[in-house]
């Protein structure tokens, strides 16, 4: 507690030292995390939030620093060292890591209330011949994605494995689904119909696992899985992750930049790399501070928009890496400056996640995560 208190009391003196005023800033409006994460919270089942590369971009510490408080089983991270943030920064909340973690990262882990998932027989065997302490995991079981996990004929032998070594305590079984974004998926069925078999045989042999888990967001319009609890990626930031989804949820983050720079350019003169952007007219532009470095996707040139003043203001050229330029020729009275909204957290605005993700012919997940960690996060 001593070490917790004198790192705040650090952390306090650096920031007033070295005051500064952001170009870029990215504002996560925290009561809108809150409510999404309600939006998926039922009776009969728990809800973990998934915090993974940094919490989709949102900020690993500043997401957790929320969702501390809310009533989850635990939190989802994908490595060790996203957990070793967490706890160096006093979040308090059981942490799962769904990713792989290597054996000695297992066997020497001193950090509380963290447990592993274990993602092939393989890990199984070498947990359960090294294990000399506690270890608490959670076992993935494949049901038909084909990457990591217990295939159905491993199930009998991992169940020897656990239940040999009095070190291993499973606390959680689960899967994940390869095709929950498709409306009434056949692959989606078939997945569930395996899963609900593979938890009644391990029950029968391992009973009271105290979580079972299967869906992510997409995977919470399906109720016949037999789980307890959920993981929430995409919907805890406001994203619907399926067509089907019927959940009433808002994104959570904002992205802002300023004006740096304006001036006029006359008809045929070109704008940025390879003049890909000839003027139809005289016009005006402004550059923005922001390129595909600070997560501009480059594929956005000349068909993605910023919004100034609530008017969309459309790219023009090509995306560079630090700098993106706009065509402000409708824009009155404008300055240097002036705020740039880069990704707007209405969903119906043409530089919403989901438009954004639309124009440059991706998901949303991929425009998320490609928000570099060192720009500013400010929970609003």
């Given amino acids: 507690m001593i070490k917790q208190a004198l ?7 650096r920031k007033h030292q070295y005051h500064y005023q952001p170009l870029i800033e990215i504002q996560i409006d925290r009561q809108r995390i809150i409510d999404n994460f309600y939006a998926y919270t039922t009776a009969n089942r728990a809800v973990a939030p998934v915090l993974k590369s940094n919490a989709y971009g949102h900020g690993l510490v500043e997401v957790a620093r ?5 009533p989850i089983p635990f939190l989802c991270v ?3 060292f996203e957990a070793l943030i ?3 920064e006093s979040v308090r909340a059981p942490i799962l890591i769904i ?7 297992i066997e020497t882990n001193t950090l509380p209330r963290v447990a592993f998932a274990i993602i092939s027989i393989e890990e199984l065997r070498r947990l359960a011949n090294s294990a000399t302490a506690p270890t608490t995991i959670h ?10 996990g217990i295939a159905s004929h491993e199930l009998d032998e991992a169940v020897t494995l656990i239940t040999k070594n009095p070190f291993i305590k499973l606390e959680g079984i689960y899967s994940h689904l390869a095709d929950a974004d498709t409306p009434q998926s056949a692959i989606t069925e078939k997945q569930i119909n395996q899963w609900n078999k593979a938890v009644r045989d391990i029950q029968t042999a391992i009973p009271n696992i105290a979580y079972i888990h299967c869906a992510a967001s997409a995977g919470s319009a399906y109720p016949t ?3 307890n609890t959920m993981r929430l990626g995409l919907g805890l930031y406001g994203i619907p992750a399926s067509q089907n989804s019927m959940h009433n949820i808002q994104p959570a983050l904002k992205m802002c930049t300023r004006i740096t720079s304006i001036k006029k350019i006359k008809k045929g003169e070109s704008v940025g790399y390879n003049a890909t952007f000839i003027a139809p007219a005289d016009m005006t532009i402004a550059t923005i501070p922001a390129g595909y470095y600070e997560g501009i996707d480059r594929r956005l040139s000349n068909t993605g928009a910023v919004l100034i003043k609530n008017i ?7 995306v560079s890496m630090n700098i993106t330029t706009i065509d402000v020729s409708h824009i009155k009275d404008l300055s240097m400056d002036d705020e740039v909204v880069v990704i707007s957290k209405n969903q119906s605005d043409t530089n919403s996640i989901i438009h954004i993700a639309r124009t440059a012919g991706t998901i949303p997940w991929e425009i998320l995560i490609h928000i570099p960690p060192h720009i500013r996060r400010t929970i609003a």
């Avoid at 990713?99 to 990262?105: A, L, S």
């Avoid at 076992?139 to 990591?148: A, F, S, V």
């Avoid at 969309?312 to 090509?318: F, K, N, Y």
């Fill in 86 to 88: 967490l706890r160096n």
């Fill in 78 to 80: 994908d490595s060790f």
């Fill in 99 to 105: 990713g792989y973690t290597p054996q000695e990262n």
């Fill in 312 to 318: 969309p203001c459309p790219i023009v050229g090509r």
């Fill in 139 to 148: 076992l993935k079981i494949d049901t038909g994605m084909h990457r990591h």
């Fill in 66 to 70: 929320i969702v501390d408080s809310l």
């Fill in 7 to 13: 790192k705040k009391i650090v952390r306090s003196i």
């Fill in 225 to 227: 899985i037999t789980a």
